[in-house]
């Protein structure tokens, strides 16, 4: 019979997993989970458009809250403070930071589904009386914040008067300097509104209006109370920009595709193109459009606006033309694009100078697997990298007097910090008080750079993370780490998204507990071009990342220091499911699992995530191929034992998955056990349960990996 252990209650995970030392002495020395997993997650850095100001979002424990820093006048020195009191671990997120223009105020969101605002705000902590996005106002000098309203993506009015937001799919408005103004809606549209951006001389508001199978980009006039959408056509209009002077927008046109799925690789598709309209009168023409083959579906960078109004006419936009993700610049009257940042690499983070004269951005040139910041004028010219070494800056900001660049910085033994930038490359911590002297720094392992070949054959990339007694090949567990995504990329160091920065924890934990951890960048990822973003027979298709997870683990089982019996793991989302996979179809190579929030059959419905058009090539045969690249299909041959992990109010991966795949287990008797969040979102969201979650994963690796003692190898195998 197979052994079911369903830990639905906090308290009893806590209790179980005692011997983990959560808090306090840890177990058999080294450190605790709490403690590596205590300091700040540090995210969202904005620069102000006044006073060199900044700000961002950190998130102690659970404790969300935004905090800003302002120039001590020698050149670099920052002074950072809270101005957010919310004291709890609620899981509620803090989203959409904008500062006012003359940088004494900000607006921002706290609450709600950041991934799809429509739908009921998740309640992670079980509050009786729920849980709503609303938007706030905060002044700099850290006064009370104020409720302006329910909603979220709000933006600053030029002069700093009012402020705009989305309410319901509609855009609501507030006079916020007076002292009886109430909210009001703006207007009455059609569709979901959102992008709100205000014209420079502050006389209109522009938006996207989505329509679901199509978009417009709107454009209301507060002087004559008019609205007016911009040469409107079938496809989807989105990123609207202004042009300096407010005469003109220019925005992306992104072809309707009925047919698109997100597990297709977008290697090709009907072309994209830029267009310019005339903001008075709607009329608008393109002015630059992706040729067909490599490029022509649009890759979006990391930033707000994707395309950003350069000095002298120049608009700067991403394209994969040379199958990297890369910034061109072409004159708004039109003409040829000039690419801007050549090579064989991937920028992400990209950030237009207030005096629109200087692009900053952060990619993975000269370093892969790591990430650094450069600078690239507007109108072309060789980039110049303002940091470099080895650890990770990325998501830099320019400062208003267009010199001064933050960045968030992170390496292989400090999470993710604020940083200023001075002209000589030294980079200097906004708040290095907030990490406490109980973070073990100083006792976490260097990941290693490795490159291992997948069963097919494909190099691939990942970080080995090795205690500290490997050496004269003294055996140990292993555990490979599988990412979801897909498309992302793990680095050698702590990485700049909160879901793993926290994988990165646990990793580094794992490793104190005397693991070997190899944490795997399967295609589909990111960081490695186009080519490898969008492989062939990846998820639905086929599952051909499966190849990567399996040479990872025969890697593994290839060294003297691991002992090949006990390789076990473990991952979320995407590599929930590659968890499931492997665990189906190559029990004799992982022993044991933990899969959190994974897919275990493709054709249950999810939007977001599969759809097969009735109209497609075929229909049931792609079904069919869905089913046989999913875990389910494999059951017959799954024997290692299992934790399944997921909050029941995921709006990623339906809940469903789960319960399918216990039932499956259970009737395989295959031993699993249960980490049921009620309420809980896909990435669970209170600080609590990524505590929980991690401790018991721990302890299911204890169980089933280390019931031999490691023994000191005399073969590599």
Not at 17 to 45: H, R, W
Not at 175 to 197: E, F, M, R, W
Not at 305 to 325: I, S
């Amino acid at each position: 019979m197979p052994v079911v252990a369903r830990l639905v209650s906090l308290a009893f995970v806590l209790s179980s997993v005692s011997s983990f030392a959560i808090a306090g002495q840890p177990a058999g020395g080294g450190f605790t989970l709490q403690q590596v997993m205590s300091a700040p997650f540090n995210s969202d850095l904005i620069a102000a458009p006044a006073k060199n100001r900044l700000a961002w979002l950190s998130n102690v424990e659970g404790r969300r809250n935004v905090w800003v820093g302002s120039p001590t006048g020698d050149g670099i020195g920052y002074v950072a403070r809270q101005i957010t009191q919310y004291p709890n671990d609620d899981g509620q997120v803090i989203s959409d930071l904008e500062w006012s223009p003359d940088a004494e105020s900000i607006v921002y969101v706290r609450g709600g589904d950041t991934d799809d605002p429509e739908k009921l705000s998740p309640n992670p902590a079980l509050f009786p009386q729920g849980a709503e996005q609303d938007v706030w106002l905060v002044s700099f000098d850290g006064r009370a914040a104020r409720k302006l309203g329910e909603g979220r993506s709000p933006a600053f009015s030029t002069n700093g008067d009012a402020v705009a937001w989305v309410f319901n799919g509609q855009i609501w408005f507030q006079k916020i300097k007076d002292p009886i103004a109430k909210p009001v809606q703006l207007l009455h549209t059609l569709g979901n509104s959102a992008s709100l951006i205000w014209s420079p001389d502050g006389n209109e508001l522009a938006f996207v209006s989505d329509r679901r199978s199509h978009s417009f980009i709107g454009v209301y006039s507060f002087s004559a109370n008019t609205l007016n959408y911009l040469d409107p056509g079938t496809d989807h209009d989105r990123y609207p920009m202004w042009s300096p002077d407010s005469r003109e927008i220019a925005f992306l046109r992104i072809p309707y595709a009925k047919d698109e799925d997100f597990t297709q690789p977008r290697r090709t598709g009907q072309p994209w193109s830029i267009r310019v309209a005339d903001a008075a009168t709607g009329k608008g023409h393109e002015i630059w459009k992706a040729p067909e083959g490599r490029g022509s579906f649009f890759r979006e960078i990391v930033g707000r606006h994707q395309v950003l109004w350069g000095a002298d006419d120049h608009l700067v936009f991403p394209w994969e033309d040379d199958g990297w993700t890369h910034l061109y610049s072409v004159f708004a009257q039109g003409g040829t694009a000039t690419l801007l940042t050549p090579g064989n690499f991937e920028l992400e983070c990209v950030s237009l100078s207030s005096d629109r004269k200087t692009i900053v951005y952060s990619s993975n040139q000269n370093d892969i697997d790591l990430r650094h910041v450069w600078k690239v004028p507007v109108a072309g010219g060789t980039p110049t990298a303002l940091t470099r070494g080895t650890g990770i800056e990325t998501a830099p900001s320019i400062a208003s007097d267009n010199r001064t660049v933050a960045v968030l910085r992170s390496d292989a033994r400090t999470p993710l910090r604020p940083a200023v930038v001075s002209s000589s490359g030294e980079i200097r911590d906004l708040a290095p008080q907030n990490i406490s002297a109980s973070f073990p720094a100083a006792q976490l392992v260097v990941p290693q750079s490795v490159i291992f070949n997948a069963t097919d054959g494909m190099q691939i990339h990942g970080q080995l993370f090795l205690p500290a007694d490997t050496a004269n090949c003294v055996r140990h567990p292993a555990i490979v780490f599988v990412h979801g995504g897909s498309q992302r990329q793990m680095l050698l160091g702590w990485h700049y998204m909160d879901y793993y920065s926290n994988s990165y924890a646990l990793n580094q934990y794992l490793v104190s507990r005397g693991y070997i951890v190899l944490s795997i960048n399967y295609r589909g990822g990111i960081g490695y071009g186009l080519d490898f973003r969008e492989p062939a027979n990846y998820g639905p298709t086929g599952a051909s990342e499966l190849h990567d997870v399996e040479g990872g683990g025969f890697y593994l089982r290839s060294r003297c220091d691991v002992e090949p019996a006990h390789i076990g793991i473990w991952g979320g989302s995407w590599g929930g499911y590659l968890t499931a996979l492997a665990l189906a179809r190559a029990s004799s190579l992982f022993a044991a699992g933990v899969d959190m929030s994974g897919v275990h059959d493709w054709n249950i419905d999810h939007p977001d995530n599969f759809s097969i058009s009735d109209t497609a090539p075929d229909p049931d045969a792609r079904w069919r191929l869905a089913w046989k690249s999913s875990p389910l299909s494999s059951i017959k041959t799954w024997h290692s034992p299992v934790l399944l992990i997921q909050g029941d109010d995921d709006r990623d991966v339906p809940f469903l998955q789960t319960v399918q795949l216990a039932a499956a287990l259970r009737q395989q008797k295959v031993e699993f056990q249960e980490l049921i969040f009620p309420d809980g979102a896909h990435d669970f969201l209170l600080h609590r349960h990524w505590v929980a979650a991690y401790a018991a994963s721990a302890e299911f690796f204890d169980k089933h990996l280390k019931s031999a003692a490691p023994r000191a190898g005399a073969t590599t195998h």
